[in-house]
């Protein structure tokens, strides 16, 4: 297989994007830039309407249950439906919130996920922008939905919201070491801290992906990637901060209507792009995968990537999925434990092993 | 309009609500602060209302407020007759409440000495089982949704519900089932009763085994329960607990065993008993429980007897003088009925001594100098039952 | 408190056996995990072991147990007759007053059952009436859907011959 250039056409370069180019040939950037925004837009609205309906349903089947099956075909529209009573409900405010900084924090969260939409590399060249230090730009636009959820804790005026607060903000902060570790383990690898050119680094077969690599370094880095970013997403087992049985509704108990739902709906796409990450840097992004066997690897690779970088993610959401519809909730301090006293101690070996496995040549 | 907090705590000068110890008993320089917990709570069970006072997030004190579902069942009793009492009975552990039914039952047939049919018994000995574990498959399913697994929930349910089908099936009711009678019980069981148990016994070993794999071998699980909430043998007698409260910090209680009542000393069964009273040994004892009464339904079921039911009943049931006292072991431990009859067709006075009553009582022991997340767990293993403390 | 014992009473006596308990501690953790993990997945996978019944869907299939304890209703032959005497006996069962039986004469001067009114809202569906009936002239109904949007309609007048509602 050729490798893929590295040009840099931005945002899009496919069909619609050299259509423009050859049409409007000054103003092609600005167009272009428009449409992939408009699609991403778009994008963001549905995605969270889809992955609610997804999470019911698998939750269901894990718990032998059919889901919602009442609106819609199997469900589909139920969550849409569920939206729009939401749009509709009364927005209260708790006597004594602060009213700026109350409705001020739902917006942090949802901005935020967008934002980092906005360099997922969906496709080759499909991507609004591909900034050279992609990964740092990730690490820290992710860190205002922390900063969301803090605001909505202290706002609130009410115990609950602020425990739920104080601990997401303990854990957010705590986990995030241990993602950027791992993100710079692969940053380290690869040479390059944009989003593209990492999962360039994995043209080839399925093997040159980076779980692969590294022997058994990848597939480490990986489960540990997916551990802290499920503390990262706030999700179950480490879904402290909203801790139903214990702290009713955490950071958003005081929340109704649209503010709450832009928390909710912030929380999936969140997911999406913690899933999209860690299928752009171990799972090969948007390439398609190869088997070396020529009879399969033609008929996969004509799939387009976009198709590809949709089946990782969702493979990725799966595994998140799975994880919080199987396991029992840590405990606020045992969180602290397995961040400080296990994660991090095994992510400072990990990095100083794969410097070293990079020095002998062991890439694999 | 100057509207007042309903909810408002009765606090005095200090600012310390009602119940706790007037001084600051942290002795750290961080500030204290209150914290009410229920009501409405998503794990308080019902509408038990807690209040924390609590150091960031561990927990200093914890005061229980009662009596928020209390329906003076025990002064309704005094004003109904004898055979109306026993469907009050359901509503106090609605739970168990075939074996709240068995236990008024009892005492009644003690006063009156009635005997009961080989068969009338051997019903109710399956039927009180059938119901223990009924009770234990929610409790598993909840306590483990209270830890954050709720996958559990609908699994504890999945089980359950084909118990709830034959109790549905023998007495027409799933929860206030009203069954037993002075003698024997109000209806013969169906035909289907014994295939349906036996299908019960058999896919309760495949699911004890799956719930073991599930949730009491994970990591996470043994992780918040090991260690939580130590009760000491010396305490749990002091305060008068029963049931797996008691049993899990040593002492082996039950009582099925102790002093049998119905047939239960002609069964083989163990009574099984923890070590250390933490609120994994209160999980593990109630699961090898669950084991146990299947142990007792294989049995029953392959010597369950032919004959009648029931004893002759009578039209009017009237108690003669004196006091009257039973005790059974209900899914909770110790329910005692206690009736004072003067002669006449209702009763002078009843009291029910209710095991969820006691067990809570421990749990400002047990939750001193744990998180708020214990606290949660440490109710979920008292396994209480919120009617049963207020009656 | 005297509380020593806990769960970690077997001692590690040097730095390695602990260092070996630690990372035995993680494997077995990380392998519980995946057990649990194959229990779900093993429902996933097989939509067999789905236990829901959609309910407003399935309304023709439902089998109520013969024994259910609806509602109480009177037993009415063909003709539109009834066994009921209007004795009072399930009056005096009734734990809740549930039940007034108001009597009424025939030409005779004999005493037959005028109305037998009955109030589901204050009924705890305990049987104990059905029980007491020397007659067998009331049973307890199969209908489960009993809410209503009004009060009024919970109390019937049980000796007509469909239950008509007052």
């Known amino acids: 297989m050729n490798p893929l250039s590295t040009e840099t056409l931005y945002p899009v370069q496919n069909g619609i994007g050299n259509m423009v180019r050859t049409l409007f040939p000054e103003s092609a950037f600005y167009i272009n830039t428009l449409i992939t925004i408009s699609c991403l837009l778009l994008l963001v609205s549905l995605l969270p309407v889809f992955l609610i309906w997804l999470e019911r349903k698998v939750a269901a089947r894990f718990q032998a249950r059919l889901g919602p099956m009442r609106v819609g075909y199997h469900g589909l529209l139920q969550s849409s439906a569920d939206g729009l009573k939401l749009i509709f409900k009364e927005i209260l405010k708790p006597e004594g919130a602060d009213t700026f900084v109350f409705f001020l924090a739902p917006v942090l969260p949802a901005s935020a996920t967008f934002l980092v939409m906005a360099i997922l590399p969906f496709d080759h060249h499909l991507q609004v922008a591909d900034p050279a230090g992609g990964v740092i730009y990730v690490i820290g636009i992710s860190g205002l939905s922390v900063l969301g959820i803090l605001l909505a804790g202290w706002a609130s005026n009410n115990k609950y919201s602020l425990l739920g607060a104080m601990r997401s903000g303990a854990q957010m902060i705590s986990f995030e070491i241990s993602l950027v570790l791992i993100m710079l383990l692969i940053v380290m690898v690869t040479g390059t801290a944009s989003l593209r050119e990492i999962v360039l680094s994995q043209q080839g077969t399925v093997l040159d992906w980076w779980i692969f690599k590294l022997p058994g370094l990848g597939i480490i880095a990986f489960l540990m990637y997916m551990i802290s970013s499920t503390a990262e997403l706030n999700r179950a087992p480490f879904d402290i901060s909203e801790a139903e049985s214990e702290l009713t509704g955490g950071f958003a108990t005081e929340y109704s209507g649209i503010s709450f739902a832009m928390f909710f709906f912030a929380e999936f796409v969140n997911m999406f792009v913690s899933a999209g990450i860690a299928s752009t840097f171990f799972l090969g992004g948007f390439l398609a995968p190869q088997f070396g066997l020529a009879f399969i690897d033609p008929l996969l690779a004509f799939i387009p990537g976009f198709i590809w970088f949709f089946v990782k993610t969702f493979f990725v959401i799966f595994l998140y999925m799975w994880f919080r519809w199987t396991f029992p909730r840590l405990r606020v301090d045992q969180l602290m434990y397995l961040e400080w006293k296990m994660l991090l101690p095994a992510n400072l070996v990990l990095l100083m092993l794969a410097g070293f496995f990079l020095a002998m040549g062991w890439i694999l | 309009m100057d509207l007042q907090p309903v909810n408002k705590f009765t606090s005095d000068s200090n600012g310390i609500p009602e119940g706790f110890s007037r001084t600051?008993?942290?002795?750290?320089?961080?500030?204290?602060?209150?914290?009410?917990?229920?009501?409405?709570?998503?794990?308080?069970?019902?509408?038990?209302?807690?209040?924390?006072?609590?150091?960031?997030?561990?927990?200093?004190?914890?005061?229980?407020?009662?009596?928020?579902?209390?329906?003076?069942?025990?002064?309704?009793?005094?004003?109904?007759?004898?055979?109306?009492?026993?469907?009050?009975?359901?509503?106090?552990?609605?739970?168990?409440?075939?074996?709240?039914?068995?236990?008024?039952?009892?005492?009644?047939?003690?006063?009156?000495?009635?005997?009961?049919?080989?068969?009338?018994?051997?019903?109710?000995?399956?039927?009180?089982?059938?119901?223990?574990?009924?009770?234990?498959?929610?409790?598993?399913?909840?306590?483990?949704?209270?830890?954050?697994?709720?996958?559990?929930?609908?699994?504890?349910?999945?089980?359950?519900?084909?118990?709830?089908?034959?109790?549905?099936?023998?007495?027409?009711?799933?929860?206030?089932?009203?069954?037993?009678?002075?003698?024997?019980?109000?209806?013969?069981?169906?035909?289907?009763?014994?295939?349906?148990?036996?299908?019960?016994?058999?896919?309760?070993?495949?699911?004890?085994?799956?719930?073991?794999?599930?949730?009491?071998?994970?990591?996470?699980?043994?992780?918040?329960?090991?260690?939580?909430?130590i009760l000491s043998k010396e305490t749990a007698l002091s305060y008068g607990c029963s049931g797996a409260v008691l049993r899990a910090s040593g002492i082996s209680y039950d009582v099925r065993k102790n002093d049998p009542y119905s047939i239960y000393e002609r069964f083989d069964f163990d009574v099984p008993v923890g070590s250390i009273g933490d609120c994994f040994d209160r999980y593990s004892l109630k699961m090898k429980e669950m084991a146990q009464s299947v142990r007792i339904l294989e049995q029953a079921v392959t010597h369950f007897p032919e004959g009648p039911y029931r004893s002759q009943q009578k039209a009017v049931y009237k108690l003669p003088k004196g006091s009257y006292y039973s005790q059974v072991e209900t899914a909770r431990g110790l329910l005692g009925t206690y009736i004072v009859a003067e002669g006449g067709a209702k009763p002078y006075r009843v009291k029910f001594r209710s095991p969820s009553f006691s067990n809570l009582n421990v749990l400002n022991e047990l939750a001193v100098g744990h998180k708020i997340a214990d606290v949660v767990t440490i109710l979920a293993t008292l396994d209480f039952v919120v009617p049963d403390l207020d009656r | 408190m005297k509380q020593t014992l806990t769960h970690e009473d077997r001692q590690q006596n040097s730095p390695r056996q602990a260092c070996c308990a630690y990372l035995l501690k993680i494997i077995t953790g990380f392998v519980s995990l995946l057990k649990g993990m194959g229990v779900t997945i093993g429902y996933f996978v097989s939509p067999k072991r789905i236990v829901t019944q959609e309910y407003p869907e399935n309304r023709e299939n439902l089998q109520v147990m013969a024994r259910f304890r609806g509602h109480v209703s009177m037993i009415h032959d063909d003709k539109g007759d009834h066994t009921c005497t209007g004795c009072g006996i399930c009056e005096k069962a009734c734990p809740n007053g549930t039940i007034s039986v108001l009597t009424t004469k025939d030409i005779s001067g004999r005493k037959i059952l005028g109305q037998y009114i009955y109030r589901l809202s204050q009924c705890t569906l305990c049987n104990l009436c059905v029980e007491s009936c020397p007659f067998g002239a009331i049973v307890m109904g199969k209908d489960f859907e009993l809410a209503v949007y009004h009060r009024e309609k919970l109390t019937f007048i049980l000796n007509t011959p469909q239950g008509e509602r007052e």
């Not at chain 2, 008024?104 to 039927?127: F, H, K, S, T």
């Not at chain 2, 709720?150 to 349910?157: E, N």
């Open chain 2, 24 to 229: 600051g008993s942290s002795g750290r320089s961080s500030e204290e602060y209150f914290l009410n917990m229920g009501p409405q709570h998503p794990s308080t069970h019902g509408v038990l209302r807690l209040v924390l006072r609590l150091d960031g997030e561990s927990v200093l004190e914890v005061v229980p407020h009662l009596g928020y579902v209390h329906r003076g069942l025990e002064k309704v009793a005094e004003g109904q007759t004898y055979i109306q009492n026993i469907h009050l009975t359901d509503r106090l552990d609605y739970l168990s409440s075939h074996i709240n039914n068995l236990g008024y039952c009892l005492a009644m047939e003690q006063a009156l000495e009635i005997g009961i049919p080989e068969r009338g018994e051997y019903i109710r000995v399956m039927v009180s089982e059938l119901q223990r574990i009924q009770s234990h498959l929610l409790w598993w399913g909840v306590s483990g949704m209270d830890l954050g697994a709720v996958t559990t929930f609908l699994y504890g349910f999945k089980e359950r519900e084909l118990i709830t089908d034959i109790f549905e099936e023998l007495c027409g009711a799933r929860l206030t089932m009203n069954f037993f009678r002075p003698g024997g019980s109000f209806a013969d069981v169906t035909d289907t009763f014994i295939p349906k148990v036996k299908n019960v016994i058999e896919i309760m070993h495949k699911a004890l085994a799956e719930y073991n794999t599930l949730l009491t071998g994970n990591i996470i699980f043994q992780e918040r329960t090991k260690n939580i909430g």
